[in-house]
């Protein structure tokens, strides 16, 4: 595809380079390891000097005069937007678009004949469907998803290999469950008795909101009473655990292997870094940001960032983290001022004229 | 059902309110959202304020008269019993089962001539059973499962869909392996040589007693040698690493993400919060809790609880980690105190002086 | 298996016992729990006083004259070896096999006319084979894996049940990929717009080389553009997560549930324990080591090992984390000598005596 023609496709936000060569664009690469077929972008002020020596055949820049004059002195044609890396992704999908299941049933599917599938749906083989599934038009079931009584399926949601979804699941529009996650399982609801534990049942429902992605190997539990609750297009990464009911706002993003105890609820937009663990029945609220690894036990207030476990604010954990390899020092210094002032032998004359304050 | 039916069915421990009103239950609902059809609880003291402004139809209180009055005083139909949750949780059992299949081969699935299958075991679409497995009677076994050759499932244990049970895996009876699980899988054996990793082969066995449940997308790995064994009636959630050649004790609870290295042992009763990572032969003895994230790198004596990374005695945990966010203080104070004292000018007049003990 | 037949087949690189006795070996164990039957080993100078002890058949010892003379005393034949756990990794070798397909396509196995599937393949039941796909000589394909479109499969490989291979995943020969795992699923790419979040699409490829093997339940995305790519030889342990476009070098180990975030490149040689985290395009040197639960998020210099969250070096973390436990003697130690020398009135005469520096 010509450059000019993928700036053509990018819309009218983009301003673009007025040299006269108009390279033939095959791929698309990070901008160290793009070649003279590629298309790149600069990600941010770690990645600007590369414009002085990729081996790219055209660059999507920021709106940065400075690179831009960079890029035409090198003959390097360019594309300058607020947003490189979105104006990237829209360039990505010019090339490329996930696999997908042409529509039909493939033979080897076993759907139940209560079951009620829309339009242009595609069912892959050796997929499961039970009594009193609703599919949605245009879904897309791959190979070997295991689908459980009564659920309902929005439609456009791609459900890949291997997931399942269980029982008092509704899955909204245009969702992608990755590999392997399991959607609307059991909640770990166990109470403890003189002879072991007895299981509560969970006879609670599972949503999943329009536009929600639930990575590879990750769980959504169904909660004893009530629901758990994903918000529209909220992003879940690999191996994140939900469990029963959780209430999770709009336009959340987990990282990988998050955890969340029973009951919490998480405001809109917030961000969990990866293996954020969330105590039982905490709340973070709205646009909150959570660290790598963070601990949180308690609410943490909307907007705010938390760090460390367990999590305290984010400025405050910065300084205790660099404190803390710091303590072999500061222990020292104790012990030395003990020394000086000869603490350590509390009746010592010099200790007691010092803590006789006048 | 009306309300007394409920309370009949759930037998003679508990004290009912001498209400006139018997109200149709037809759900179950948490206190702050239950509609006047449903039956809700008091989960501890946190949720008692409710008990005034709910509109349940109906409640499972504690043995708390104040409770009880107030419930009474809104005309309120309740139970009163030690334990609300146990109870709440034998009502959901009373409205709500989950999906079993019912017994019976699917065409679909795959079963080798040699696997022996008990009484009314149910067996789901594109199940395989490989040689020489044994079903037990009533076992039930969802869409897509696989059983590697040679493995035994005992009487009543359900296999939910996409999980995995390896060779030489023992399953006890009323056993319960979620969605994703492998149970058996091989252990993570690799031996460090001038060339590179030697695998060392796993020929163990992997025992789960009865009453174990296994989480979504858990494994439970075979040991090279001996057994991996998780004993009677432990639950454990969902993406739970098991090493192998752990031995876990009986009515253990684990919560999600939990792992635990090779050789680790675990007593009877021993409960592991969220995201807890126990290294390489460690011992938790009877009792013990471990709250979430913790790092066990040591044994753990039975009946203590240890918290944080690396883990300690929880009280002493608390104060630490309490003091962990005042380090800049601490650290502000002892350059205070050096500055008072002049520690930093080893050799002052000052200094000198201090430290002449008399 | 005769005892000196075994001996034989570990060859020459071992010194054996030379007493009369041959004992017929059937089984192996570890050293506190083998019976006569059975061949042990001495794993490290911890189980070093179970020579004296065990009720095993035989031993294999480390190159230690101590122990060969206890185990002669014993009458307990031995052989003594540099590396005892490498020897009694290839003494269980003789006795036990995982289990392998025979070779052959199961009738339900859903195949595309395209795929090109080599010699002596075994593919189970249920397996799906997407359209060009390539299956090397040899490989074992365990029932229900699904392969995406276009993936190679190397020679030798064997994928266990119920794991996922996405499109534009290149795996070598002789790798394992256990139960459940996913390989080339798509890395968690979006970007924030005014609306929420826009999926950028993973267009780039996943390349296990040579050797690898991937736990259950773990996942290895595929990247935007480039590569995610796995070194020859380097072992994975389970629910691990390699985000899009992580580098990982040759014979890494990493134990279960370390995560990586996207861009990570990790060295040759490589350790990471269990849960340890790497943040965002971190770098981690070849021959480096992570403890357990290390949470990364600077580079990691070659050869070097690292501890704790944040990751600081292991020798620092020792002391760091023996103090952190002592910071509440530390706090009072701080709060005596203010009391002391009276810091608490900055303007008490003694105070203002004591930093009247000379």
């Known amino acids: 595809m010509k450059f000019s023609q993928i700036v053509a496709a990018l819309g009218d936000q983009v301003t673009a380079s007025s040299l006269g060569t108009d390279p033939d664009i095959q791929s698309l690469a990070a901008i160290q390891e793009a070649d003279e077929t590629a298309l790149s972008y600069v990600e941010g002020p770690k990645f600007a000097d590369y414009v002085a020596t ?40 010019l090339f490329y678009r996930p696999f997908q299941l042409p529509p039909g049933i493939h033979p080897t599917a076993v759907i139940d004949p209560s079951a ?10 050796h997929v499961v469907v039970q009594a009193g599934v609703k599919v949605g038009d245009r879904a ?16 456009g949601t791609v459900l890949h290999a291997n997931c399942v979804i269980h029982e008092r699941s509704q899955i909204g529009a245009n969702c992608v469950i990755h590999s392997g996650a399991a959607i609307g399982s059991e909640g770990f609801g166990f109470v403890p008795t003189a002879t072991g534990w007895e299981k509560m049942h969970q006879s609670g429902v599972t949503i999943l909101e329009d536009g929600v992605e639930i990575g590879c190997n990750s769980a959504v539990d169904r909660p ?14 690999n191996m994140v655990h ?24 998480i405001g809109n937009r917030v961000i969990l870094a990866g293996q954020v663990g969330i105590a039982n029945q905490a709340h973070v609220g709205d646009g909150a940001i959570a660290s790598a690894k963070a601990g949180i036990h308690h609410n943490v ?8 476990m367990p999590a305290i604010p984010h400025k405050l954990y910065l300084r205790c983290s660099a404190l803390l390899k710091r303590l072999p020092d500061m222990s020292k210094s104790i012990k030395q001022l003990q020394k000086q002032i000869g603490s350590d032998e509390a009746d010592s004359e010099l200790s007691n004229k010092l803590s006789n304050k006048p």
Chains 1, 2, 3 share one sequence.
């Open 140 to 155: 897309c079931l791959h190979p070997n998803v295991v689908i459980y009584p009564g659920v309902s399926i929005g439609a």
């Open 54 to 93: 990729t081996q790219a055949g055209a660059l999507v820049l920021p709106t940065d005069e400075r690179l831009q004059a960079k890029a035409t002195a090198r003959n390097l044609p360019w594309v300058s937007v607020k947003n490189p890396r979105l104006i990237f992704a829209r360039a990505i999908a």
């Open 224 to 237: 004893a009473v009530g629901e758990t609750r994903i918000g529209r297009n909220t992003k879940i990464d």
């Open 242 to 265: 939900i469990a029963h009911g959780c209430k999770v706002g709009e336009a959340v993003a987990m990282a990988a292997q998050v955890g969340m105890a029973g009951g919490v609820t």
């Open 301 to 308: 207030a909307a907007g705010t960032t938390v760090s460390g």
């Open 116 to 125: 009620e599938i829309g339009e242009d749906v595609a069912i892959g083989a």
